[in-house]
């Protein structure tokens, strides 16, 4: 089987799927986003975001991850505020964060103690 990948962060493009990482279960098709079995409440962009950087097999750009979850009408920045609010969410729901932030790259997954 071939896989395809971004030329840009390293998506896996065939495997749109269910990312199953650091306890992290993540499926934006489903609307679905767990961490060791507790859900997480996520919008559909966020739950994307999150998805494509866990996939990501490196740093992935702002504009990548634009492109990801938003339309033509809204601007790279607003990457910035779904990370922020994935973080709170995270955070309030007791659930380490698995993004870091590669200033002046983007944003790639870091691994969380299980």
Same mark, same amino acid.
């Given at each position: 089987? &071939?896989?395809? =990948?971004? #030329?840009?962060?390293?998506? *896996?493009? &065939?495997? *749109?799927?269910?990312?199953?990482? *650091?306890?992290?279960?993540l499926?934006?098709?489903?609307g679905? /986003?767990?961490?060791?079995g507790?859900? %997480?409440?996520? &919008? /559909?962009?966020?739950?994307?975001?999150?998805?494509t950087?866990?996939?990501?097999?490196?740093?992935?750009?702002?504009?990548?991850?634009?492109?990801?979850?938003? *339309? =033509?009408?809204?601007?790279?920045?607003i990457?910035?505020?779904f990370? =922020?609010?994935?973080?709170?969410?995270?955070? &309030?729901?007791?659930? #380490?964060? #698995? %993004?870091?932030?590669?200033? /002046?790259?983007?944003?790639r997954w870091?691994?969380v103690?299980?």
């Amino acid at each position: 089987m &071939t896989v395809a =990948c971004c #030329p840009n962060c390293g998506f *896996d493009i &065939t495997k *749109d799927d269910l990312v199953e990482r *650091d306890g992290f279960k993540l499926h934006p098709r489903e609307g679905l /986003g767990s961490y060791l079995g507790r859900s %997480i409440g996520l &919008t /559909g962009s966020e739950l994307v975001l999150l998805h494509t950087i866990g996939q990501a097999k490196r740093t992935i750009s702002r504009e990548a991850l634009h492109n990801r979850v938003s *339309d =033509c009408e809204t601007f790279p920045e607003i990457v910035g505020t779904f990370v =922020c609010k994935i973080r709170s969410k995270l955070r &309030t729901a007791g659930v #380490p964060d #698995p %993004i870091e932030t590669v200033r /002046g790259k983007g944003y790639r997954w870091k691994s969380v103690a299980a």
